[in-house]
């Protein structure tokens, strides 16, 4: 079937592109039949299936008392903005007490809020405050480790004798050294770090403030259900569970099986008894709940289907990191590919993960979160052309996938990378540590910094983008983290005068998929899986097929394969949508197709 090859690269006025394109001399496809889906069980329904889950990074979100750092008053002040988006549930990063070594993830004391976020009376304001909205909570849970500053880890480190000691994994020096542990957060990239008192080094699979727990001391496991106990007790509708899939040792500590490859993130999250473990925490506590949860989990596609298959009751859902780590060098930290991603991989990637559960279990879906760029940046285009345009259409592909989205916030507003010049500039411990990794093995700090600009953590960290005002209304005082200069135009104020702005997108597209059905349940088939430009899907149900067509290139391209003869528009984030096959650059449209023939009849 003949390519549009010949589609131009465009101007980047409007109507000099609407031109172009009317006159670019494509050959039509011919009829082409869409493919049946394969059978699929009636997909039982369920809230957490259906939801759309937006993520609140509570540092960034909104200061109510000057001090700098978003809180959980100033979050409840905002929250009629927050129920305007049409979001089901609200994933909320760590409010713990915490020492932020890692920005929450080091937790000190897990019944305790932090005090730069507030009081426990905040959080019930909180909860109380998204329930009257009819949203439901997640809250973000860390239990594969600690902080160095909790109380069981105070005690532990003081003697071998101590009760708290076998809370944690020990390495004792009469064993001699111990053996090679990678760390995520480490200078030295050592997951061993000594302990004089005890004479013992201690493990730590992240910063050696953050020592993990011992999951195979069945005591631990009580504490950590009883923690559980108590937030679900106040309310909270489910959780996101940290580097669940970690908690599992071989306490033999072996080296890396070769099986591996040199990938100790996957072997980490391939413990012995990792599924018992879950199995059990489903059995003492999950399933006496009306709850949801999501695991953290670098895995394989055949192990996510065992932590997620309702027979084998472990937990609900689960996110992956293959699609979020395409387009990065081998062998590097997080280093862009000068070429970009390959967009047939994206969607080899998504394609075979949603296979994965295409008859039990259910996916997730994101491209933005707290640990990754800004969504737009990383996998559209933020310039000043494209940015709004990208923005959408990326939007788009995450709402319109069978699986639940997980859509971070600000990226609804089409916030973009700040760039930071400087390592002084950023927060994060892991491009801290890292940047040490390279330093010491001689290796070049400016590129690194260069690559960050693209990748790291912090581009996704920086302050809700309020208005055009002084720190963007985030706060009266001065930032945790610098405010985005583009700030005075990429704004909620001036979004919600544009009807045609990525917020205002954002919340239709919502809209449509919570009012139709086959975009959340609808069974999903790959069109032109080697077409280099776009992404186009079917998603199918009771009789109705959706066809999902998005141009990822910042030039005119063609979705080949899909007679839209009678196909109605359903949304596109052009002004006007022509039932056309071809797209503009960074176009996204929904078509639902006319029912097919009977008998075959033509």
């Known amino acids: 079937m003949p390519r549009c090859e010949d589609a131009l690269r465009v101007s980047r006025l409007p109507l000099v592109l609407v031109m172009v394109l009317q006159s670019t001399a494509c050959a039509r496809v011919d009829r082409f039949e869409v493919p049946q889906a394969p059978p699929t069980a009636a997909p039982s329904r369920t809230w957490w299936k259906e939801a759309v889950v937006y993520q609140i990074y509570p540092r960034s979100f909104q200061d109510s008392n000057g001090d700098g750092v978003g809180d959980l008053p100033g979050l409840v002040s905002r929250l009629d903005y927050v129920g305007s988006l049409g979001v089901d549930a609200v994933w909320l990063n760590p409010i713990y007490a915490s020492p932020n070594k890692d920005n929450g993830y080091d937790i000190s004391d897990y019944r305790a809020i932090m005090k730069e976020f507030g009081t426990m009376a905040d959080f019930d304001r909180l909860l109380a405050g998204l329930h009257e909205r009819r949203i439901k909570l997640f809250m973000d849970l860390v239990v594969n480790h600690c902080s160095d500053q909790h109380e069981w880890f105070r005690q532990a480190r003081t003697s071998r004798d101590n009760p708290y000691y076998g809370y944690f994994h020990w390495w004792p020096e009469e064993k001699g050294k111990p053996p090679a542990r990678w760390s995520h957060f480490d200078d030295q990239a050592d997951a061993w770090e000594w302990n004089e008192p005890t004479r013992s080094y201690y493990l730590h699979y992240f910063a050696d403030s953050q020592p993990d727990l011992n999951w195979e001391n069945p005591k631990v496991r009580r504490e950590v259900y009883d923690i559980m106990r108590f937030w679900l007790d106040k309310g909270v509708d489910g959780f996101r569970l940290d580097a669940i899939a970690y908690i599992s040792k071989d306490t033999a500590f072996p080296p890396l099986p070769a099986e591996f490859k040199g990938e100790w993130g996957k072997y980490y999250a391939s413990g012995p008894r990792l599924h018992e473990y879950l199995q059990e925490m489903n059995r003492e506590v999950l399933s006496r709940y009306d709850v949801a949860t999501v695991a953290e989990a ?116 089409g916030m973009s990378n700040i760039r930071f010049d400087r390592l002084e500039d950023y927060d994060d411990i892991e491009v801290k540590t890292n940047y040490a990794q390279v330093q010491a093995r001689g290796g070049d700090l400016t590129r690194f910094l260069e690559g960050m600009k693209v990748s790291a953590r912090d581009n996704g960290r920086t302050p809700f983008q309020w208005d055009a005002s002084t720190n963007a209304g985030f706060t009266t005082g001065r930032p945790w983290l610098k405010v985005n200069p583009n700030h005075a135009t990429v704004n909620v104020a001036a979004e919600e005068k544009d009807p045609d702005s990525p917020l205002q997108y954002f919340r239709r597209v919502v809209r449509v998929r919570k009012e139709n059905p086959v975009l959340v349940y609808g069974a999903y088939r790959l069109l032109d899986a080697e077409n280099p430009d776009v992404y186009s899907f079917t998603r199918e149900l009771d009789g109705r097929t959706w066809a999902v067509l998005l141009n990822f290139k910042a030039k005119a391209a063609a979705a080949v394969g899909l007679d839209l003869k009678g196909a109605r528009l359903v949304l596109g984030n052009y002004p006007d949508g022509p039932v056309d096959e071809r797209l503009r650059p960074y176009e996204a449209r929904i078509y639902e197709l006319p029912a097919r023939q009977a008998d075959g009849a033509p």
Not at 307 to 330: C, K, Q, T
Not at 372 to 390: E, I, K, T, Y
Not at 394 to 404: E, G, Q, Y
């Open 298 to 413: 670098f895995v394989s596609v055949e192990h996510a289907r065992k932590l997620v298959d309702p027979d084998r009751r472990e937990l609900n859902m689960a996110y992956h990191f293959d699609g979020v780590s395409l387009g990065y060098l081998p062998g590097e930290f997080k280093m862009p590919d000068p070429k970009g991603y390959d967009l047939r991989e994206v969607k080899r990637v998504y394609t075979r993960w949603d296979e994965a559960f295409a008859t039990k279990g259910w996916g997730t879906i994101y491209l933005g979160n707290h640990d990754q760029p800004r969504m737009v940046s990383r996998w559209g285009n933020d310039s000043p052309d494209f940015r709004a345009l990208s923005s959408k259409m990326l939007t788009t592909f995450v709402l319109a996938m069978r699986a639940t989205p997980y859509y971070y916030f600000g990226d609804e507003l």
